[in-house]
T-cell receptor
Framework: QKEVEQNSGPLSVPEGAIASLNCTYSDRVSQSFFWYRQYSGKSPELIMSIYSNGDKEDGRFTAQLNKASQYVSLLIRDSQPSDSATYLCAVNMGTGRRALTFGSGTRLQVQP | DTEVTQTPKHLVMGMTNKKSLKCEQHMGHRAMYWYKQKAKKPPELMFVYSYEKLSINESVPSRFSPECPNSSLLNLHLHALQPEDSALYLC????????????FGPGTRLTVL
């Protein structure tokens, strides 16, 4: 079983819709969770971090964490064509390692 | 300033060449990382430096040699690489606290001929 799992997509949504991206992880003691956006040919850009159960909102982005179910999600409201990218879920496993475990990424396509 | 810089942006080298990748951050971060990313794959951790000491080496071949001259700088020395080493090499930094946010540089696109 992969440690961090994401649906590879592509996830296609129309402009203005809500895009919902999901991620599950295997290590129950994981403490820190991150969403990165990566445009083709560019480096990952941190867009959200979440550490405790519940929702965290930042502009059009909402991260949701449920540690009991071991999933973290990212909602993008009012999706724009410029949101089209690969979204990487990253988890800092609870082993004290200062390193992230990445999911394989979900490719999002926002249709104008 | 959440900026990590990397040089060069692009590098083409032969299998017998020796080259170095450079990374710099001025955020006062105490942990720095090298990742390798192949097309359509997630970043793959290579090395972690914590407080200027190598703390993680993910069984990387010795043709890759990391160096951390000080808390702001990270180098990756390359020697006798193979064509399959062609990839995007990413540097990242974080505060050094376990679980802290990591910020990536723009990467170096490496091609080995």
């Amino acid at each position: 079983q992969k440690e961090v799992e994401q649906n590879s997509g592509p996830l296609s949504v129309p402009e203005g819709a809500i895009a919902s991206l999901n991620c599950t992880y295997s290590d129950r003691v994981s403490q820190s969770f991150f969403w990165y956006r990566q445009y083709s040919g560019k480096s990952p850009e941190l867009i959200m971090s979440i550490y405790s159960n519940g929702d965290k909102e930042d502009g059009r982005f909402t991260a949701q964490l449920n540690k009991a179910s071991q999933y973290v999600s990212l909602l993008i409201r009012d999706s724009q064509p410029s949101d089209s990218a690969t979204y990487l879920c990253a988890v800092n496993m609870g082993t004290g390692r200062r390193a992230l475990t990445f999911g394989s990424g979900t490719r999002l396509q926002v249709q104008p | 300033d959440t900026e990590v810089t990397q040089t060069p942006k692009h590098l083409v080298m032969g299998m017998t060449n020796k080259k170095s990748l450079k990374c710099e951050q001025h955020m006062g971060h105490r942990a720095m990382y090298w990742y390798k990313q192949k097309a359509k794959k997630p970043p793959e951790l290579m090395f972690v430096y914590s407080y200027e000491k190598l703390s993680i080496n993910e069984s990387v071949p010795s043709r890759f040699s990391p160096e951390c001259p000080n808390s702001s700088l990270l180098n990756l020395h390359l020697h006798a690489l193979q064509p399959e080493d062609s990839a995007l090499y990413l540097c990242a930094s974080s505060s050094g606290l376990a679980g802290g946010e990591q910020f990536f540089g723009p990467g170096t696109r490496l091609t080995v001929l």
